[in-house]
């Protein structure tokens, strides 16, 4: 496009990288970019569990306004944070080469989550973590944490027995001098778009058809699977579901997960495909609900739906 691509952005230390990155990408084109900082309700209300928040697309929603009002040409954003359904007139034109999906254990005491003994406290940003983190490890206090990626991790280090992140925000920011500890997907199943850099723009806009030349194919691929079977179960940052699918040697391999708050009720699933030609996504979360996650997020749908009314 001619002109200068005004890039939006949450103003964290990920968020900025991010978007340096994807104005790289633009540069690389030819383009002149100008990145431009705006503050989202999820950076706002810091104190707020997500998944205890009434609306979706929290660290979304005012970077989609400033599209559709014409303020920014292209918005950026970490793929796990964005809601199913886009805001009608945009789309997402561009997903990057993803980084490490998975989830990650941090602490300054232990080397392992199983090493951290009954009664220890672990940090978790998510309800799928925190559910997760029960599940593996009954005895164990998850906590809810907030914050940008650099305050957590100092959070955790200081005042917790351990935490769980995403590996990709600490390898970006190169937080990850000291080693990481990787946790497998059929362990931890990460969130749908974990790792993926998302370029938002309106639709047909000269941004977005630039944007377009450095999509990512693999990364939509792997996302198409992982949003299909989050649709299905309906999930969001308020339930516990995971979803991811990496290359394997049968071609691919879709993780799934659903389980309930304390992490007593968990189902878990793997599907291989070699080619995506039918919804697998979708199917393998209509495997896991019919087995009885459909009765655990009904559940929780409706203490969350009763917690709002008190």
């Known amino acids: 496009m001619t002109g200068t691509v005004r890039i939006g952005t949450r103003g964290s230390g990920l968020a900025m990288l991010q978007a340096r990155i994807v104005a790289g990408k633009f540069n690389a ?46 918005a950026v954003h970490s793929l796990k944070d964005m809601p199913v359904d886009l805001r009608s007139g945009l789309e997402i034109t561009a997903m990057l080469d993803r980084e490490n999906p998975l989830d990650v254990f941090i602490s300054a005491k232990y080397k392992e989550l199983k090493e951290v003994p009954k009664g220890g406290s672990i940090a978790a940003g998510s309800i799928r973590r925190m559910s997760q983190v029960k599940a593996a490890m009954p005895g164990l206090i998850a906590q809810s944490i907030r914050g940008n990626v650099e305050t957590r991790v100092k959070k955790i280090m200081e005042s917790f027995d351990g935490g769980i992140m995403a590996a990709a925000g600490i390898i970006r920011l190169g937080l990850d001098k000291a080693g990481l500890n990787i946790i497998a997907a059929d362990e931890f199943t990460p969130a749908p778009g974990q790792g993926i850099i998302a370029v938002e723009t309106v639709n047909g806009s000269s941004a977005g058809i630039a944007a377009a030349k450095f999509d990512c194919l693999e990364s939509r691929l792997c996302y198409t699977a992982e949003r299909d079977f989050l649709k299905e179960t309906g999930g969001g940052c308020s339930l516990p579901v995971g979803a991811l699918c990496v290359k394997s040697a049968k071609g691919h391999s879709l993780y799934g997960y659903i389980g309930d708050e304390e992490g007593k009720l968990v189902y878990r699933g793997l599907f291989e495909f070699a080619e995506y030609n039918r919804p697998y996504g979708r199917e393998l979360a209509e495997k896991l609900l019919s087995a009885g996650g459909r009765a655990v997020l009904e559940n929780i749908r409706k203490k969350n739906s009763d917690n709002q009314h008190n």
């Open 29 to 74: 084109l030819g383009d002149k970019t100008e990145i431009i900082v705006i503050k989202t309700t999820g950076d706002m209300e810091k104190d707020v569990p997500l998944y205890s928040m009434k609306q979706t697309g929290v660290f979304v929603k005012e970077l989609e306004t400033a599209l559709l009002e014409g303020r920014i040409d292209a």
